[in-house]
């Protein structure tokens, strides 16, 4: 294993996870036949065979097992000695990644983001974002982001942070949809859901239209409200998108419900960076600034 390098060992776990070259590849952000050669060389310079080829996949063998053990304890040492290094920065610069869900950054963030950007030229700001509450996928443990401002109701064990506040959704349907139709009969009308789970999923039920069907699947909060402002059905909001959003308006009895805890996270071993420890306090205080709207206050 002294010969081996960290570039050989990514392509190794990355493939074993995920089990076939193209997913492998997208993950690395590199060609498929980067991800196939790399790991025939491995496996030349082992001297075993490491996976098992089939058109359906790549299936690891009992050798490549032994030798995954050993990857992951060494990405778990690479990973923490990379945040213990960078948590000792205390130069006001640099990069930080922030990963959230898209329309948090797109309908309630982004001017606040440009401010950052404005006060503290010499921090760039990467910022990664998910489709969907709770689809959030990215590690912080293995520095795949920074920051997460994520929507959850238990962050994970090894993050540090806070509640930064609730989010509350209510539904939402566009005017001319509203004026259109009976929502007391139900005749025509159609709720929207991120995927498909039924026409009456448990949340549906536990709605003030529960005799309303599914009839819609965007899979993310952004598709859900263009598709609610188009006049396609009812979606369940966040009120910092519906209530803002002049073409929208809330069913009665109109109450939004709380859904959500928002969280501010980070790991531990990067608390004492200065340029994180900024930016999560200006970023902390842009949310609290925006908490009656989060909290469906602002109609």
Not at 95 to 106: F, P, Q, S, W
Not at 125 to 136: C, K, Q, R, S
Not at 249 to 267: E, I
Not at 274 to 297: D, M, P, Q, T, Y
Request: glycine fraction near 8%.
């Amino acid at each position: 294993m002294a010969e081996l390098d960290w570039d050989d060992l990514k392509h190794f776990l990355a493939l074993s996870r995920l089990g076939s070259v193209r997913a492998a590849a997208d993950k690395l952000g590199v060609s498929h036949s980067t991800v196939a050669r790399r790991i025939d060389a491995f496996e030349k310079r082992l001297g075993v065979r490491l996976f098992d080829r089939s058109p359906s996949g790549y299936a690891i063998t009992a050798a490549g097992e032994e030798v995954l053990q050993v990857a992951e304890q060494i990405e778990t040492e690479i990973h923490g000695m990379e945040r213990r290094i960078a948590g000792r920065d205390q130069q006001l610069g640099g990069d930080i990644r922030v990963t959230m869900v898209d329309v948090l950054c797109t309908h309630l963030l982004m001017p606040h983001l440009a401010e950052f950007s404005r006060l503290y030229p010499d921090i760039a700001l990467e910022v990664m974002t998910a489709h969907d509450i709770g689809f959030d996928t990215l590690d912080l443990s293995k520095r795949e982001a920074d920051v997460a401002l994520r929507f959850t109701q238990k962050p994970p064990d090894q993050l540090i942070g806070k509640c930064l506040g609730n989010l509350y959704c209510a539904a939402y349907a566009s005017t001319e949809y509203v004026q259109r139709h009976d929502f007391d009969k139900g005749t025509a009308v159609r709720w929207i859901d991120c995927v498909k789970r039924g026409d009456y999923p448990a949340w549906v039920k536990n709605s003030d239209y529960p005799h309303i069907p599914v009839k819609g699947a965007f899979q993310s909060l952004l598709l859900q409200f263009e598709a609610a402002k188009a006049g396609m059905g009812i979606g369940m909001l966040p009120c910092f998108l519906g209530d803002p959003e002049p073409t929208l308006q809330r069913l009665p009895p109109g109450v939004a419900r709380p859904s959500y805890d928002l969280w501010l996270l980070t790991h531990t071993d990067m608390r004492t960076t200065a340029r994180l420890r900024v930016f999560s306090e200006f970023i902390a205080n842009a949310v609290f600034s925006h908490k009656a709207l989060l909290e469906g206050r602002s109609v």
